[in-house]
């Protein structure tokens, strides 16, 4: 069984403030792709990563896949609480199959 | 456009009931997977299908059954409900090249079960 580890699990920070997310496992993935969820409401993709040592960026958010493809991390610039929410990281592997991180709680205040 | 939609939203069975949860998709998409998300567990694939009269189990299937009769739709059963199917729900599709365009997701269904 494939295994995703997220840290931190919980995060509370103020508005402007930077932050990082780490995802990392002992699996080699074909592609990592990180959600955000709100409450209610189901995952939604923010980026997929596939190639070893690929950088992307979202505006405020940095994404970057290991060299090895098996660890990706999440960073935020400044902060808002607009990016309040669940963080998720998943690994694609046979037949597309995902393998979700446990998240990372973001809780971003004025 | 809808996307992929998912209902009933709330849901509350007696233990030993059956039922099953409904998720369509209207974007075509080959790939379609159910998870029951826990509190710090993260999403767990329950079953998953590549295409229409394609299915095969994934981390967490005991207990359900699903079946892919048409592109659109992809059923989730539960047979006999249990407590420990109390979870929420969430049916999720993608193309083909999902490990590189990622997945959509429904809005889920919260389910408890007494």
């Known amino acids: 069984t494939q295994l995703l580890e997220q840290s931190p699990q919980f995060l509370s920070i103020q508005e402007g403030e930077n932050l990082t997310v780490y995802c990392n496992s002992s699996?080699?993935?074909?592609?990592l792709q990180w959600y955000r969820q709100e409450p209610g409401e189901g995952p939604v993709l923010l980026v997929t990563?596939?190639?070893?040592?690929e950088v992307k960026k979202l505006k405020r958010l940095t994404f970057q896949f290991g060299d090895a493809r098996k660890d990706s991390s999440l960073h935020i610039t400044a902060a808002q609480p607009g990016d309040t929410g669940l963080y998720l990281c998943a690994g694609a592997g046979t037949a597309s199959k995902l393998t979700f991180g446990t998240g990372t709680r973001l809780q971003v205040t004025l | 456009n809808a996307g992929v939609t998912q209902t009933p939203k709330f849901q509350v069975l007696k233990t030993g009931q059956s039922m099953t949860l409904q998720c369509a998709q209207d974007?075509?998409?080959?790939?379609m997977s159910w998870y029951r998300q826990d509190p710090g567990m993260g999403l767990r694939l329950i079953h998953y299908s590549v295409g229409a009269g394609i299915t095969d189990q994934g981390e967490v299937p005991n207990g359900y059954n699903v079946s892919r009769s048409t592109t659109e739709d992809f059923p989730l059963r539960l047979l006999s409900a249990a407590p420990s199917q109390t979870s929420v729900y969430f049916c999720a599709s993608s193309t083909r090249g999902g490990a590189n365009y990622g997945y959509t997701f429904g809005s889920g269904t919260r389910l408890t079960v007494v």
């Open positions: 699996s080699v993935f074909s592609s």
């Open positions: 974007m075509n998409h080959e790939y």
């Open positions: 990563v596939v190639t070893g040592g």
